[in-house]
């Protein structure tokens, strides 16, 4: 090791699981006195899955640990690493399975004190038996404060890094480029306007692809990393870009969509040429009256592209520790980005999707981050792991699971004058009916589509139960409150 790791296992000093699980589908809860949260998942391919975190207390929330564990294909756990530098803040950004059958991790190092100045790129190799190997490490100009660090790998297992950092006030992005030793091949500094690097690409013919978050384009480098082409865009998609390449030139990208109003929605595009944005296939998905965002890391992949998976956040906004109810949202279209069904989990506490990653056995995870704003008023937050299968279902055997999944939800919850409806896409038709505590039937609503409206003016206040249900197979209950 190149420079001083304290690592120490936590296999059972303080991990706490919620467990649900049978054949290819479980349920993991990670939560602890700590603060948690997610920042990547990867499968492997005997099924093991490995995930990372950001780890503080939160009585000194500024010291910042990583994390790595190991959970079986049933969602046990099976070992864990947390380790920390001792003159700096870690945060791991991703990481990335190796052709040697080895994993390369790249983070983020800043100061203790500050933390987003001193700060540099940290990158390390490790085992599966989660054991670190190799350490190098890449300082920024020390005054600079360090915005975001995206990297990539590419086939030969040379390593892009998209870095960028307020200079003082603007956002500038650097991009370096590392061989599968951690030595630096090359580097750029882009000057010439504001610019956030938030997805790369090594394409075959030596150029490199990259995206700006910042100014919603495309950009094409040759291979002296010189910018030759730009374009925007399209569908004007903003922020929390995922990205799944199907060939070298033809990718599937998932966005926040602003237009058309209401803003805040799951945009998607089929995209058949790296820059010519003159032809692609473009769908989303939305609920009218709330702000829907792409799962923060990645939100859309396939092992098919027949069989594509996209998730993202219902009901969130700015911040980890709402007091508000959201859910994860994870949605499977074709390859022509035609959606064949929609499913909601959560809705108990307050859910942030991280990524949703693709399995060999034709289902996916989702991971992300859960602050149950209901029995805590501390800044807590746990990590939340679902392994779907393909018709995102988590199938098991217990009565009472830790989070529901759901096909129809009702908001807002506890309500007034009205009650809304999210029905999903795979139910045409529809009957809502409101029953009061003795069963007598209050009201009743036929819905054709995703979204409806029931108003409630009328009902004094007091507890209710909803049932949503259709003649092809949906049926969802609940208590409904009045105030």
Known sequence: MKHLIIAFTLFTLFFATNLCSQNTTFEYLLSSPLDEYFTDIVEIEDGMIYFTARLS??????????????????????????????????YINSLFRTENGEFDIVASIYDTADLHKNAGVALFGMNEQLSLFDETRYYLPPTFKLASIYPSITANGDILIGITMFMPNVPKSYLYILDNNFDSINAVFFPDKAREINQLKNLNNGK????????ENYELLDSSLNIISTQRVPEVLSANYGMKWDTDTSFYLLGDQIVPRPAHSLGFIRQFHPIDTTGYLSNHWRVSDTVDFPALWNGIDFQNKDSIFIGGTRNMWVGFYNSWPSWFVVL???SMLNIRWERFYGGDAYYMMGKVVATNDGGCLVAGTRYDYRNT???????????????GLILGTRENPGIKMQEAIVYPNPGNEEIKVRIAVQYKQSLFELFDLNGRLVLQEDFSGTEGTVNTTFLPSGTYIYKISSKDGLFESGKWVRQ
């Open 208 to 215: 490199i692809w990259m995206l700006d978050q910042l100014g």
């Open 57 to 90: 207390d939160v009585k000194n929330p500024n010291r910042i640990r990583a994390l790595v564990a190991k959970i079986d294909h049933s969602g046990n756990l099976i070992d864990s690493l947390v380790f920390t530098l001792p003159d700096k803040n870690i």
């Open 377 to 391: 008023t501390q800044r807590e937050t746990d990590i939340i792991i679902l392994k779907l299968n393909s018709e």
């Open 332 to 334: 499977q279209t074709d």
